[in-house]
């Protein structure tokens, strides 16, 4: 009995706190698996929306414009010099209206003071484009100036302008219609019915190829004072011009002093720098007139010069000096206009405020 009684089972031992805690000091712990925290997901932020201003394109962008600005890139190179002083206050009314004050301390002729006044109505064509557009001054003498600009589609644009002074009184209306590819002018100057008298000019400007322009104008003038009671006279121009350069020849074979001709070139030489060329001769009178010139505009600090030497040893220059740091708009003129062969010399300076 006592070999086939079963053995009690041995009994495991209490562990030591203090001999596991030793041994578990000594042993390496087992590597512990990384828990994944819970991060909270982050609220996506709304979309920022970036307006995107749409390409304003030109209505015409084929049209060569209007017959008598062939020569404008040319004219606007040279300086318009003045002489003496002048004052010139602007003053913005509102959106559409604006103000002006001119002061001009010169000879008897031009002085004196002139009130003005500029309204640009809310019919827009494009952001450079609003109508109609109404420009007036008057002096202290009460002579009146007067332009009406008005477009009555992306067609068709008339110009209004006015005159009087004293009892003579001056009117002319030009009617423009652009085309996509060209442009037909009509203007009607001082005509009188009663009397039989006025003035009327045509022109015609055709786009041929991107870089050749052809023009044709015809005027025709009919009163009393002129010679055999009417005179036409008929021209013709074209223009070729490159990416950063133009030349224009206006050619007029007949008319009440002889054949003329009329020649510009421009040429913009960089972002600043600009130079023009000119020549205009009259066969019938013999005379014949050379101008060069350029202009240098540097809009960092708000300069734009002019100047110009012509064959009659004529040398003009300008100056125009924004005062960038200034806290309204402010604008100094510099002007100077001599010949040495006549020795005549003119000086001027003006200011414009506003």
């Known amino acids: 009995m006592g070999n086939n009684a079963s053995a009690p089972a041995p009994v495991a031992p209490i562990p030591d706190k203090n001999v596991t805690s030793q041994n578990s000091a000594a042993l390496p712990s087992p590597p512990v698996p990384p828990v994944a925290l819970a991060v909270p997901a982050e609220t996506p932020k709304p979309t920022e929306i970036i307006p995107v201003m749409p390409e304003v394109k030109p209505a015409l962008p084929n049209n060569p414009g209007t017959y008598e600005e062939l020569h404008k890139a040319c004219k606007e190179i040279f300086p318009m010099p003045f002489e003496g002083g002048r004052l010139v206050i602007g003053k913005g009314v509102s959106s559409h209206f604006q103000i002006n004050h001119t ?45 009406i600009i008005h477009a009555f589609s992306r067609n068709i644009f008339t110009r209004c302008v006015a005159q009087f002074q004293g009892e003579k009184s001056n ?15 009509l203007t009607v100057a001082n005509p009188d019915l ?12 055709q786009r041929i190829t991107p870089s050749l322009d052809i023009g044709t104008e015809c005027m025709y003038q009919k009163g009393g004072h002129i010679p055999g009671g009417q005179v036409a006279v008929m021209s013709m121009s074209a223009r070729l011009k490159g990416e950063k350069w133009q030349g224009v020849g206006t050619v007029c074979p007949a008319g009440p002093g002889g054949g003329s001709l009329h020649t510009s070139y421009s040429h913009r030489i960089n972002d600043t720098l600009q130079i023009g060329a000119e020549f205009e001769t009259s066969i019938g009178m013999g005379e014949s007139t050379a101008t060069v010139g350029y202009q240098l505009e540097v809009p960092q600090v708000g300069v734009n010069f002019k100047g110009q030497v012509d064959s009659n040893w004529t040398i003009a220059a300008t100056m125009d000096k924004k005062l960038l740091e200034s806290q309204i708009p402010l604008t100094v003129s510099f002007s100077a206009i001599g010949s040495q062969v006549k020795s005549d010399y003119k000086f001027g300076i003006g200011m414009n405020i506003g």
Request: a negative charge; charged letters at 10%; zero cysteines.
């Open 103 to 147: 002061l001009t301390l010169s000879n008897p002729m031009v002085s004196g003071y002139r009130f003005g006044a500029t309204y640009v109505g809310s019919k827009q064509f494009s952001p450079q484009e609003s109508y109609p557009v109404l420009l007036g001054d008057i002096d202290a003498s009460g002579n009146l100036n007067a332009n």
């Open 194 to 205: 009663l009397n039989g008298s006025g003035l009327a000019v045509g022109q015609y400007l």
């Open 171 to 185: 009117t002319q209306m030009v009617t423009d219609y652009k085309g996509s590819s060209f442009t037909a002018s």
